[in-house]
C-alpha cells in the first residue's frame, strides 16, 4: 500500500502536467509526432518480414483515426467551448471530402474504366454529355482545396448566421444541424446532383502526380495529417486561451450576462461555428484521399452523433480530450467490428451512456478529478498562479 | 405597396438633411444630461398577451441619483428594466437615455456599451472564470470577435481591474473561480462586473435577495458609495433595506408609478397604504 503512493502520486504528476495548457499539449504534440514518425520509418524503411515492420494498412488507419480525432476537436470547439451542440457536422466534414474527391475524380483523366478524359465514370454511365458547371475547375487542385473550404464555410455561415440572429439554441439548434445534415444526405443520394449518386466518388489513381496506393504518398498522407492536426490544434488552442475563449465560455455559461455586458454574442457563436466548420472540412479533405472513396453515407446524421460520442468520452471542453476520445473510440471500433460486427452500435450506446452517467467530463475530467487530489499538485498549482501576474491563469480555468 | 411605401419612407428619413446617418453615429456616445436628467420614460406600455405589464408609465431619474423602485409582485418592476436595456420591446411611449439618445432604437449589446449597465436578479457571473476574468470580460471597449482574439490587458485596465476589486472587496478572491463565490460575493462580483464597464446608469435588480444582515449592510454602504458617481436605480423587496439607502423611492402598482418621494412620503401617502403597505398592515 505505501509503496503504490509514490508510485501513484508519480503518475498523478505526469497527469497534472499534461494538463497545464503550455506543457501537457506540447506532451501530446510531442507523442503524436514521435508515433506517426516512428510507423512512418517502420514502414519504409524496415523490410516486411521485420517483426517492428508497420503495415500500410496500419498507416492509413492511423490516417483516417487521426482525421477523426481533427473532426472531434471541430465538434469540441463548438459544443465544449461554446455550448452549441451540433449532430450535424458530418455535413461540414463530408463537404470538404466532396471537394477533394471531385479533384481526385479529375484526375482520374482518361484511365477510369470509360476512358473519357473529361467526364468521370459515373457521368459517362449516365449518358451525361458534358461536365456540369459545378465541376469546372476542381480539377485545379489549389482550387478544389479552396472550394473545399469555401463552400462548408459558406454554409456554416449563412446557417450559424439565420439560427444564431434568431436566438435558436439548445436541443432546438440541434434538430436543426441534424436535419441539415440528413437533407444534404438525401441530396447527395440523387444521380441527379452530379455527385455520383448513392456510389459517391471512388476509384482514384493519384494526387498531384502522386500514386495514391503507393506506401510513400500513404505515409506522406499520414504525415500532412499529423501535421495539420497539431497545427489545427494550437491554433484553436491559441483562440480558447485568448479573451476571445473566455467570452465564448461565458456564452456557453451565461449569455444573457455576455450581451447585457455589451458582447453581439450571435457574432461569437457563428464565427466559431465557421471556425468549427473548416477544420471539420479539413479532415474531411485529409479522409478522402487515405480511405479512398466518400460517399452521401458520411452525411448520415448517425455518424455525426458517433462524432459527439467521441467527444463525450476524451472530454469536451478539452481539446486534448477530444482528440484522444477519438482515437480511443475508433481503435475500439476497428477491434470491436472485426470481433462482432453487429453489436458495435450497442457497445457505442452502452459507452454512451456510461459516459453520460459515470464520466460527465470524459476521460479528461477522470484525469483532472485524479490529479487535483494530490495536495501537493494544488499548491504547485496555486504558486504558479501567485507567481502569475499578468493575468493568465492556470490550466483550472481554461482547459487545452 | 404597402412595403414600397415603407421602403420610401425609409428612404426619406435617410436623406434627411439635418440628422446624421443612423451608422455614421458612434457606438459609445456620451447622453446629454445638460438639463440635470439621465433617464426620460414616458407613456411606456408593455402588453404580454394581454396583461399590461407597463400600463402608461412616466419616470423620470436625475443625474447622478440613487433611485428605489418598489412595488408587489407584478407591479412592472423588471419589465421596466428590459425595457430600459432593450431585452423587451414595448408597444407604445419612448425611452431617452440623456437628451440625445433613443433607447428604443437599441438593441442589448448597444445599451450596454451606452453605458447602462444592469444586475439581474438572481445572481449571474460566469462561473467558469476567475474574478480577474470576469472583470476583465467586463470592461470598457470594444467587444467585437476580432479585438477579443488580439486582446491584452492594458496597464490602465490591469488598474481598473484593480480598483473595482478593491471597491468589491474581493481582492483576496482574485484568482478564485467565480463559481465558488459565496451567493453574497456573486451579487457583488457582478455588481464589480458593471462597475468595470464603467457605466453612466446602473440598474440593480434585488442586490440584497439571500444575503446577511452584514453583507446586505456592505452592500448597502456599496450602493451609497457608487451614487453620485454613476445614477443607480434598485428593485428591491427589502424595506429596511430601501429606507437605509433611499433617497428618492418611486412605487409602481399595476405597471404605473403610483407615488413619488422620500421614503416617510411615501410610506404616507394614502394611495400607497391602500395597495401596498396596506395588506401588510
New interface residues.
Partial sequence: MSAANPVLEKIASVFTDLRQPGKGTSVLVGVLLVTTLAMSAANLLLPVDSPLYVSTYTITLMGKYLCFAMLAMAVDIIWGYCGILSLGHGAFFALGGYGMGMCLMRQIGDRGVYGNPELPDFMVFLNWQELPWYWFGMDQFWFAVLMALAVPGLLAFVFGWLAFRSRVTGVYLSIMTQALTYALMLAFFRNEMGFGGNNGLTDFKDILGFDLQADATRVALLLITTLLLVLVFLSSRA?VQ???G??I??V???E??????????E??KV?LFVYSALIAAVAGMLYVPQVGIINPGEFSPLNSIEVVVWVAVGGRGTLYGAIVGALLVNYAKTRFTAIMPDGWLFALGALFVIVTVYLPRGLAGLLQRFSSDTPAQSARQDAA??SDT??R?SG??VNA | MNSLNQFAGQARELMRRDTAWPFLIPRRRDPDVSKNVILYLEGLNVSFDGFQALNDLNLYVNDGELRCLIGANGAGKTTLMDVITGKTRCDSGSAWFGQNIDLLAHDEAEIAQLGIGRKFQKPTVFEAHTVFHNLELSLQGSKGVWSALTAKLSGRERDRIDEVLNIIGLENARYQLAGALSHGQKQWLEIGMLLAAEPRLLLVDEPVAGMTAEETERTAELLTSLAGKHTVIVVEHDMEFVRSIARTVTVLHQGSVLAEGTMDQVQNNRDVIEVYLGEEA
Fill in positions: 483562440i485568448s479573451r476571445l473566455r467570452v465560455v461565458a456557453r455559461d451565461a444573457a450576462r455576455a450581451r447585457f455586458l455589451g458582447y453581439r454574442t457574432r461569437y464565427w498562479v501567485d499578468d493575468g491563469v483550472r480555468e
